[in-house]
């Protein structure tokens, strides 16, 4: 029996191995990219190793990119978000959309923070803010498939990196 491929299934590789795009994606912007940008500014820069260099990579790769391409890919694909919540109807596309256009002007201020210490502050409050409550919310839910339970992690993850950024970096210093 074959099953139907779609953007939200898991392709299976050699040897029954998995792979799931959205695992890898998230893996990037919330852990990869921002300690490869961290690792490479004090390499290359030579900037203290602080939490002033990993907020602001964090903040640019978990709220900038994070959420302007996922702003991206639900406004121009609501089905993916659609399937990962078990949603069955198009009339959540609408709603869905929507959320994308306010992902996408998250995603904006987070890119941003790159030229303006002060707005990183504010990217990183609206965005310990937005993944808290996602996570939260997915947390209380009890996540139905592992896209959902991925998205959960990594919310829960990047709210404690940021409030953890928030606290040290910006109300002690």
């Known amino acids: 029996m074959q099953q139907k491929s779609t953007k939200a299934t898991i392709v299976s590789l050699k040897k029954g191995r998995r792979f799931n795009p959205f695992l890898m994606v998230n893996l990037s912007l919330f852990l990869i990219m921002p300690l490869l940008s961290v690792a490479a500014e004090v390499i290359f820069e030579h900037a203290s190793f602080d939490w002033l260099v ?46 994308g256009f306010a992902n996408i002007s998250l995603g904006v201020m987070g890119i941003l923070s790159l030229i ?37 992690i990594g919310d829960l993850f990047v709210m404690i990196v940021l409030l953890l950024y928030l606290i040290i970096a910006v109300f002690i210093n």
């Not at 707005?119 to 139905?144: C, V």
């Open 116 to 152: 303006n210490d002060h707005w990183r502050t504010l990217a990183a409050i609206t965005g310990t803010m937005f993944f808290g409550l996602a996570g939260i919310q997915h947390l209380l839910k009890k996540p139905d498939s592992s896209n959902e339970a991925i998205a959960m």
């Open 54 to 99: 990993i907020g602001k990579w964090f903040v640019f790769w978990t709220v900038g990119i994070r959420l302007f391409t996922a702003g991206i890919s639900q406004s121009s694909n609501p089905a993916f978000t659609a399937g990962i919540f078990k949603m069955t109807t198009r009339e959540s596309y609408i709603v869905i959309r929507e959320l």
